[in-house]
């Protein structure tokens, strides 16, 4: 099974900060990889597909990047509304895998 | 607008079955995979299993297979997980999704315990 390692697991950051979330794939999987936001008490919502592409209706804050075995979801400009749980997942072969989760806190 | 809606979740007890469903509607439902994912109270997400849009393909993390059986009625725009065997660790929030999470549903709790 491909395992992802996603780093940092927690991450405090002030409103307007950037900030960047790492995922590592024990094999490669080309750019089979999506980025997922999570508030507390709600469903995932998808924010990056195939790496770097963002669905129609995410904001252009959110950017994803990388290929192979090393990704990144990168959040420009923090607001109040992005600090939640964020996963990413690979799709390159079965079982899927998600990351571990980083929770994104107020500093 | 794409909406899932899971139903069938609730308590039963170790060793037990339970089935949850997925409606679907705003998409054309048999065109598309699906998979469920779950989430343990306080823990993060897990991939448990996924279905081709013909339903003649499925996979299953290594957690639930040989208990857990994902099935579809693409005439009645539906998703289905059968559960056998329930174990303590089963206990979540279960979601279902539309291709590798495109869309999701509000999920539904699964509690097992005696």
């Known amino acids: 099974d491909i395992q992802m390692t996603q780093s940092p697991s927690s991450l405090s950051a002030s409103v307007g900060d950037r900030v960047t979330i790492t995922c590592r794939a024990s094999q490669g999987i080309r750019n089979d990889l999506g980025w997922y936001q999570q508030r507390p008490g709600k469903a995932p919502r998808r924010l990056i597909y195939?790496?770097?592409r963002l669905p129609g209706g995410v904001s252009s804050k959110f950017s994803g990047g990388g290929s192979g075995t090393e990704f990144t979801l990168t959040i420009n400009s923090l607001q109040p509304e992005d600090f939640a749980t964020y996963y990413c997942l690979q799709y390159h072969d079965f079982p899927h895998t998600f990351g571990q989760g980083t929770k994104l806190e107020i500093k | 607008e794409v909406q899932l809606v899971e139903s069938g979740g609730g308590l039963v007890q170790p060793g037990g079955s339970l089935t949850l469903s997925c409606a679907a509607s705003?998409?054309?439902?048999?065109?598309?995979?699906m998979s469920w994912v779950r989430q343990a109270p306080g823990k993060g997400l897990e991939w448990i299993s996924h279905?081709?849009?013909?339903?003649?393909?499925?996979y299953y993390a290594d957690a639930v297979k040989g208990r857990f059986t994902i099935s579809r009625d693409n005439a009645k725009d539906s998703l289905f997980l059968l559960m056998n065997s329930l174990r303590d660790d089963d206990t979540a929030v279960y979601y279902c999704?539309?291709?590798?999470?495109?869309?999701w549903g509000q999920g539904t709790l699964v509690t097992v315990s005696s």
């Open positions: 705003g998409f054309t439902f048999g065109i598309y995979n």
């Open positions: 195939d790496a770097s």
């Open positions: 999704a539309r291709r590798t999470g495109v869309d």
């Open positions: 279905i081709s849009g013909s339903g003649f393909a499925t």
